[in-house]
T-cell receptor, first 115, second 111 residues
Framework: NAGVTQTPKFRILKIGQSMTLQCTQDMNHNYMYWYRQDPGMGLKLIYY???????DKGEVPNGYNVSRSTTEDFPLRLELAAPSQTSVYFCASSPRTGVIQETQYFGPGTRLLVL | GQQLNQSPQSMFIQEGEDVSMNCTSS?????WLWYKQDPGEGPVLLIA?????ELTSNGRLTAQFGITRKDSFLNISASIPSDVGIYFCAGPVSGGFKTIFGAGTRLFVKA
């Protein structure tokens, strides 16, 4: 099992550019999440999904879009990059079953710099 | 909305020392989670707590679910350099569909 994989690892964007952050999990988890982590801060939830075809907003969804066409993939789209979106982005998944239902498994992160 | 407050924000300690950190909320939580984030990595779950007053250990780590259900504590005994990282408390909200995280306690260990 690769777990949760994210690409790219690092990206520099110019203001106004768009990009898609990829996230894939091979654990057959229904629940998936996108967080952003600003320097010295905790994790803020951007969007989450409870299954293929179902997505919902988190705390800080403005400027982002998501889709969930398969159980495995949960891409995050930035349409018009702004400096305020400079952050580290983490994707996570959760089985919501088992001994510790709330466990989230995180990817290694994508570091995004918007200039 | 619900918020988790962690203290201290950061700690600088000597190898071998014990460490204590806590997490508080104005709301009641039914589950408390503690995650660790190594530098350059994503967070990993350390301990989950489900019952008020519960004390759970994972190696040198011990966490407690406060009896008011509004706080939780994490202790690390005999710290070592690999304990360096950010420790987050977290709790499920909105029927468990979402989890909120504290801002983290940054631990630095000097060998």
């Amino acid at each position: 099992n690769a777990g949760v994989t994210q690409t790219p690892k690092f990206r520099i964007l110019k203001i106004g550019q768009s990009m898609t952050l990829q996230c894939t999990q091979d654990m057959n988890h229904n629940y998936m999440y996108w967080y952003r982590q600003d320097p010295g801060m905790g994790l803020k939830l951007i969007y989450y999904s409870v299954g293929a075809g179902i997505t919902d907003k988190g705390e800080v969804p403005n400027g982002y879009n998501v889709s969930r066409s398969t159980t495995e993939d949960f891409p995050l789209r930035l349409e018009l990059a702004a400096p305020s979106q400079t952050s580290v982005y983490f994707c996570a998944s959760s089985p919501r079953t088992g001994v510790i239902q709330e466990t989230q498994y995180f990817g290694p992160g994508t570091r995004l710099l918007v200039l | 909305g619900q918020q988790l407050n962690q203290s201290p924000q950061s700690m600088f300690i000597q190898e071998g020392e014990d460490v204590s950190m806590n997490c508080t909320s104005s709301s009641i939580f039914n589950t408390w989670l503690w995650y660790k984030q190594d530098p350059g990595e994503g967070p990993v779950l350390l301990i989950a707590l489900y019952k008020a007053g519960e004390l759970t250990s994972n190696g040198r780590l011990t966490a407690q679910f406060g009896i008011t259900r509004k706080d939780s504590f994490l202790n690390i005994s005999a710290s070592i350099p690999s304990d360096v990282g950010i420790y987050f408390c977290a709790g499920p909200v909105s029927g468990g569909f979402k989890t909120i995280f504290g801002a983290g306690t940054r631990l630095f260990v000097k060998a």
